[in-house]
């Protein structure tokens, strides 16, 4: 993780003294927005979170993504319960996902109940279902993937791209979820992106983490030619709170890549010391 920090601030480096935006640095751009889905947890009672899905759709989100809480722990019936309340709130337009959070601590379920889940989710048009499994069950994802209606996704916990060749060769999943602020920063992102899609494999960068990482996600997908969203954890003060500016969505629910020189994140550095709880005395 500490040498993924390093490696995104050198690429930022780069390309400030170059004069270059990191998406060009990083092989040109493909295109010039990409859409970014809200990543949020599963609520409780369904009315709540039905007015929290619906804040979000107001905020301008296209794309919602809903995960842990006590999914897949209590009953079929109440996870059905909350992927339905989303629909309605939402509907059809909005394109959902969700993340079962398979690499919590003493996960419980496997392959025949992902498998349950994953017809339950294709009911109420769910783009894909991330974590269905122990992060380490290659053999359960490959069984999952060939028989699951809906997408599969993971991957996000693994780090180097050595730990990615076998989920990407063998297919493991539909959709890989390197995070450049665990593998090892853009250059190691990179060339996960670009393994996967040697083998036929959709790259989603995961992005639980700040509005720097969501900068480094918006060049890495720049460059890649199949990319198709980046996430956007909120809540989050670490995304919203960390700029004079936070992040803005257009009308049509996407965020434009920057072009400026660099990331194109320009740091507040009161915001900065705040939240690092004073221990950057200095910042430029």
């Known amino acids: 993780h500490a040498i993924s920090g390093i490696d995104i601030a050198l690429w930022d480096l780069l390309g400030k003294a170059t004069g270059q935006p990191v998406g060009r640095l990083l092989g040109g751009y493909y295109r010039d ?49 909350l992927v339905e309340t989303a629909r309605e709130t939402v509907g059809d337009e909005i394109e ?14 496997e392959l025949k109940w992902a498998l349950e889940t994953a017809y339950m989710l294709n009911d109420y048009g769910v783009y894909w279902f991330e974590e269905a499994l122990r992060p380490d069950d290659i053999e359960g994802f490959i069984a999952l993937r060939e028989q699951s209606p809906v997408k599969i996704s993971s991957c996000e916990v693994l780090t180097r791209r050595q730990s990615f060749i076998p989920w990407i060769e063998r297919h493991a999943v539909d959709i890989v979820q390197p995070d450049c602020t665990k593998v090892g920063g853009l250059s190691e992102a990179r060339r996960i992106a670009w393994m996967a899609y040697d083998h036929n494999v959709t790259m989603v960068s995961h992005g639980w983490n700040t509005v720097v990482g969501l900068h480094a ?17 909120t809540p989050s003060p670490y995304m919203d709170d960390l700029t004079a500016e936070p992040p803005k969505l257009d009308d ?33």
């Open 96 to 109: 959902l996902m969700v993340d079962a959070g398979g690499s919590g601590q003493f996960w419980p379920n």
């Open 252 to 284: 049509e629910g996407y965020l434009t890549i920057p072009t400026a020189p660099g990331l194109g994140v320009e740091l507040d550095p009161d915001k900065v010391k705040h939240y690092s709880r004073g221990r950057v005395s200095v910042f430029k």
């Open 217 to 233: 996600d918006l060049h890495l997908a720049a460059a890649m030619p199949d990319a198709k969203f980046v996430e956007y954890i």
């Open 33 to 81: 927005k990409i859409r970014p889905y809200a990543s949020i947890i599963f609520g409780w009672p369904p009315e709540k979170f039905a007015e929290t899905l619906a804040g979000l759709v107001e905020h301008g989100f296209k794309a919602i993504k809903m995960g842990w809480g006590n999914f897949g722990r209590i009953s079929a019936e109440r996870d059905e319960q």
